[in-house]
């Protein structure tokens, strides 16, 4: 690895930032991925911090199916992301489609649009779930094993 991947690495690492985007859900997982913003819970202190622009986010945090309505907004949004990019599904929804999985209007998980590096199940996911899924994707990409 070259010494300019090995830095830009290092600073996903200590600090990777995010995009939230809603591809169809309830709202209920997007309370808890807000909360896991807030100071209770910190997620700032891995690092985290969130964008408001793709072309700013290491890592999408996606919530909800991926409706027929937003599928053509998350590939751009996702090919708007610099390389190398990862993506988060929080929720059962995000995961596999859950509850809305066969309505006509929803394609299905995330991973049937754009592809996924970590899964976090839960109807809605709690915020030490997604803080452990961030992690998780972070000592992974420690390991090397996504970057
Ligand atoms: S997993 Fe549950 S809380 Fe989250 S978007 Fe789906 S129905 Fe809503």
Redesign the pocket.
Known sequence: MGIGKKIMTWARIKSPWILHFNT???????I?IVAALTPRFDVERFGVILKGTPRHADVLVC???VTRQIRERLIRIYAQMPAPKFVIA?????CSG???EGCYNVMGGIDTVIPVSAYIP????NPQAIIDGVVKLVGSLEEGKSA
């Open positions: 169809g859900s309830c709202n209920g997982c997007d808890e919530s909800g199916p929080v929720g059962t929804c995000a859950g509850v809305f839960g109807c809605p996911v």
